[in-house]
């Protein structure tokens, strides 16, 4: 294992800080190669049993992006009548999707039928496969942040209607639709802090028994 350096821990510690949510994009297209790379990364995430549940489909057709988008906005105005007063007048000033402008959609997928892994360690917690592709996404993110480019994780979406519309098998549950491109700006504070919407926790709480 290589002998990694305090200048290299320094370095991945402000890959942290920097990752971010990104939501609006310029429109530029991103060179296939860069997302390959990025998308290789899927393969080296710790899944349970070794199960690899991860799928993903490239949203390419304008059809499939125009849905994705409409779909987004239904339960986005649903979401919306969650909310009173002002936070209401908050949340509809909010931007919480660069759908349209991302040059590259990715829908994350995991397949809950796998018979790969054998089910080990997901007996008694099958739900440990999504937490398998939660953190190959993870990698994802953090690797297409060390290229430069934004990933923009959107979750305002009715599943069910996605799932129609991407014509996925029966078994895959979707976990992430993510937005990848150049972002417009880089910032080291989540936007849902800059707007006043919550505060990023500077401590943790531990038990300890
Ligand atoms: C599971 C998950 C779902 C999310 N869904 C959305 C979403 O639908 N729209 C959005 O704008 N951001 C979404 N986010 C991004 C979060 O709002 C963001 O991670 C958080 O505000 C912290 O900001 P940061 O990622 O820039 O540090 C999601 C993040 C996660 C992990």
């Avoid at 190669?33 to 049993?49: E, H, K, Q």
């Avoid at 790969?116 to 993870?138: C, D, F, H, N, W």
């Avoid at 953090?142 to 305002?156: D, F, K």
Wanted: net charge negative; hydrophobic share 40%; aromatic share 10%.
């Amino acid at each position: 294992m290589p002998d990694f350096s305090d200048q290299f821990r320094q370095e991945f510690n402000q890959l942290l800080r920097w990752r971010r949510d990104v939501r609006r994009f310029r429109t530029d297209p991103v060179e296939g190669a860069i997302i390959d790379r990025c998308l290789a990364t899927f393969n080296l995430a710790p899944s349970v049993g070794l199960s690899e549940p991860w799928r993903i489909v490239r949203v390419n057709s304008q059809t499939a992006r125009d849905n994705a988008v409409a779909n987004f906005e239904a339960a986005n105005t649903n979401a919306l009548k969650g909310y009173s007063g002002e936070k209401a007048q908050l949340y509809s000033g909010l931007k919480l999707s660069g759908m349209r402008d991302a040059p590259v959609l990715l829908a994350i997928y995991c397949d809950d039928e796998t018979t790969k892994g054998q089910g080990l360690g997901a007996a008694t917690m099958p739900e440990t496969r999504r937490y398998s592709v939660v953190a190959a996404i993870t990698q994802f993110w953090l690797t297409a942040r060390t290229e430069g480019l934004g990933v923009g994780w959107v979750s305002i979406l009715d599943p069910i209607r996605l799932n129609h519309d991407l014509d996925v098998p029966a078994g895959w549950t979707l976990i992430a639709y993510l937005c990848v491109g150049w972002p417009e700006d880089d910032k080291d504070t989540p936007e849902l802090e800059q707007v006043g919407w919550e505060t990023r926790s500077t401590t943790l709480d531990i038990l300890e028994r």
